[in-house]
């Protein structure tokens, strides 16, 4: 099993930055990928970006530019930047990772973009 914990949503203005956490309990190369999905209300979950065991990065087009998910293999802790930040982005954040053949999520933390 993996758990993962999040941490970093909260208010934020547009235009803004925020750095969302996601600690895992296994070594993040023993994870085939870690990833960002988000959810608004009244909207399915979204892909917002991933990384692979070997580093290889994959973005939503909405976000390519404005977000990136660097990666700290020592912490076993996947982030996510996100620049510029728009009231769209008004979501909560998933955690996700591939152990195996299994997907694990995280809890979830809200990001509220608005003046």
């Known amino acids: 099993q993996v758990q993962l914990v999040e941490s970093g949503g909260g208010l934020v203005q547009p235009g803004g930055s925020l750095r969302l956490s996601c600690a895992a309990s296994?070594?993040?190369?023993?994870?085939?990928?870690m990833g960002w999905y988000r959810q608004a209300p009244g909207k399915e979950r979204e892909l917002v970006a991933i990384?692979?065991?070997?580093?290889?990065?994959n973005y939503a087009d909405s976000m390519k530019g404005r977000f990136t998910i660097p990666r700290d293999n020592a912490k076993n802790t996947v982030y996510l930047q996100m620049n510029s930040l728009k009231p769209e982005d008004t979501a909560i954040y998933y955690c996700?990772?591939?152990?195996?053949?299994?997907?694990?999520w995280g809890q979830g933390t809200q990001v509220t973009v608005s003046s």
């Open positions: 990384i692979t065991s070997s580093g290889h990065t």
């Open positions: 296994r070594s993040t190369f023993s994870l085939n990928f």
């Open positions: 996700n990772v591939e152990f195996g053949v299994v997907q694990y």
